[in-house]
């Protein structure tokens, strides 16, 4: 592999130490995913990386692999913004880990990864600026970023006769394949949820939201459990990742 270097704003998602004042680090590029690269001297350095070296971080990294292209070097790094809120907010802070944990388990290559980097950094800077966010803001993010891969559901017509769904009508949602059916065109299938029509277009309105209209969101507490139910069940369907021992993994 031919030797690389590039420089970008990236995200911090996690680091180790290996030596007294080396590190490995994590971060999220938007034009390559989830890469892993070495700060040597990272620990002590306040020139080279001065307060840039701490997760659910912006940063400016200056990053070159090795003159045989085996591994990256982190050459410098500018700190854009640490996100305080988060830092300074335990539940706000374990909402952010647990929307970087699922990015880390999704997200693999380079495909959307400008889109995912765009959605995450809206999510933390919602997290970290928001006075108040909906308490299932990890499951929203999780399903926006389901729909960044190209599995964007549409509820809002009948996928067999293209009938626009109104609201009282009786409607029956596929997870499995992102659509929704009427009445009339209602066929034997193995995971239809039956949702009214009202449930159906709020569902819709909440896949279609961007992280900041999210504080925003018009849910009738009645459909609130419906609508989490089926977020849940769309994103497992289509990631095929469930929550276990601290982490995402594979179903």
């Not at 982190?74 to 374990?94: D, K, T, V, W």
């Not at 380079?110 to 889109?115: H, L, V, W």
């Amino acid at each position: 592999m031919a030797r690389q270097e590039f420089t970008e704003e990236t995200l911090v998602l996690k680091l180790g130490q290996f030596r007294e004042a080396d590190c490995w680090v994590r971060f999220f590029s938007p034009s390559q995913g989830v890469l892993t690269g070495f700060a040597f001297g990272g620990l002590k350095s306040r020139k080279r990386f001065s307060g840039c070296l701490d997760p659910l971080s912006r940063v400016l990294f200056r990053v070159a692999s090795d003159r045989y292209g085996r591994y990256l070097t982190l050459c410098e790094g500018s700190l854009i913004n640490r996100f305080p809120g988060l830092h300074r907010n335990m539940a706000r802070f374990g909402m952010a880990v647990n929307c970087i944990k699922f990015l880390e388990a999704s997200h693999i290559g380079t495909e959307n990864a400008s889109a995912i980097f765009s959605l995450t950094c809206k999510t933390l800077h919602l997290l970290d600026t928001r006075e108040s966010v909906p308490a299932f803001l990890p499951l929203l993010f999780r399903a926006r970023l389901t729909c960044e891969y190209g599995y964007f559901p549409d509820l809002s017509l009948c996928a067999r006769c293209r009938r626009e769904i109104k609201a009282g009508d009786e409607t029956y949602f596929i997870p499995t394949q992102g659509i929704s059916t009427c009445k009339q065109c209602r066929t034997a299938q193995n995971g239809a949820h039956p949702v009214s029509g009202d449930l159906a277009l709020a569902l819709d309105r909440v896949f279609r939201a961007d992280p900041d209209q999210w504080p925003g969101l018009s849910v009738p507490e009645q459909w609130s459990a419906g609508i989490l139910h089926l977020l849940d069940v769309y994103v497992q369907a289509h990631m095929g990742l469930v929550w276990t021992q601290g982490g995402f993994r594979a179903t």
